[in-house]
């Protein structure tokens, strides 16, 4: 019997909550589509032969689909998380264009596909003729372009918060723990790239002070997410979650953070939209630039 054969796949474009900032590269599509706005459907080629020199994965995607996907959505430096990674198109996309990746399959032979396309473009002369095969660039020089002049990702300041009697301890151990207080242990107001944050700003207060800068700020060795039953010194709480953070030995003080105008307002706002016990444990984390 005869039948049309499809010829599409529908992408979802979704984001978890309304209130989680998405990115969209509007100029750069529109750059991709003879500069006009980029439509909803996309032309590109089907699977290369060049794309299956690691082995066969049965649905395997073209690079050139996850490669848009990703230009379009994401910054440089951007952790993609691909859950049926398959044999890791959106790994081998994203490591081409400078992102960092994170795969999960539950079959091994499609895994061990991924680690050899993997190995394969740790070879920057292979990575580069990959790059210019890509289809979706108007020339093959277009996306190594791009990604050399794609502006770099704003340092990530994460703000948090130490009770006045601890400061020293933090100086001392250069750790510092970030809670979650909620009771049905979901992690509310915990910024969904709090892992990517590169220096803290340290802030403190107690019930009878107003909320201060302390000038302490350092940059960020490792963010670990770890388990816990209960919060020291909070008896009934289920808290269950919080995460570790180990400072760089050039944790200091540095007077200069009190005269930053960026972290004022941030202070602000963030007084304005937490209550008082979860300021004590969620981070606030900003975008920020040149503020040392
Ligand atoms: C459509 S394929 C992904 C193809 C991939 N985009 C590529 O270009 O190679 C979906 C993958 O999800 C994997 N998968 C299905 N159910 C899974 C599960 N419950 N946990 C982990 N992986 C799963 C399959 O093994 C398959 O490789």
Same mark, same amino acid.
């Given at each position: 019997m005869l039948s049309l054969s499809p010829s599409a796949e529908l992408i979802i474009w979704a984001r %978890?909550?309304?209130?989680?900032p998405h990115y969209y590269n509007y100029e750069l599509m529109k750059q991709l589509n003879g500069d006009k706005q980029m439509k909803d459907v996309w032309k590109l080629p089907a699977i @290369?032969?060049?794309? %299956?020199s690691c082995g066969k994965h049965p649905t395997q995607k073209p690079l050139s689909v996850l490669t848009r996907i990703i230009l379009a959505s994401t910054k440089p430096g951007a952790w993609i998380l691909d859950p *049926?990674?398959? $044999?890791s198109t959106t790994g081998i996309a994203a490591n081409l264009s400078n992102r960092r990746f994170l795969g999960i399959d539950m079959e091994t032979e499609f895994l061990e596909i991924s680690k050899n396309r993997k190995l394969e473009i740790e070879n920057p002369t292979l990575a580069e003729s990959y790059r210019s095969k890509i $289809?979706? *660039?108007?020339? %093959?020089k277009q996306l190594e372009l791009y990604l050399v002049e794609e502006p770099k990702e704003k340092e990530k300041v994460v703000l948090g918060y130490v009770r006045s009697k601890d400061i020293a301890k933090l100086i001392k151990q250069k750790t510092f723990y970030f809670h979650s207080t909620d009771k049905q242990n979901n992690l509310i107001g *915990?910024?969904?790239?709090?892992?990517? @944050?590169s220096k803290i700003v340290i802030y403190s207060g107690g019930r009878t002070k107003l909320f201060y800068l302390t000038s302490y700020y350092g940059e960020i060795e490792s963010i670990q997410h770890k388990h816990k039953t209960e919060i020291k010194g909070k008896k009934n709480s289920i808290t269950e979650y919080y995460f570790e953070v180990k400072l760089k030995d050039n944790f200091q003080q540095d007077f200069r953070i009190e005269s930053k105008k960026e972290i004022k307002k941030w202070m602000n706002e963030y007084k304005n939209e937490y209550s008082r016990e979860q300021i004590d444990y969620l981070p606030f984390l900003t975008l920020a630039e040149n503020i040392f």
């Open positions: %978890k909550k309304e209130k989680v @290369a032969k060049w794309e %299956k *049926f990674t398959g $044999s $289809s979706g *660039f108007e020339t %093959k *915990f910024p969904y790239d709090l892992h990517n @944050a």
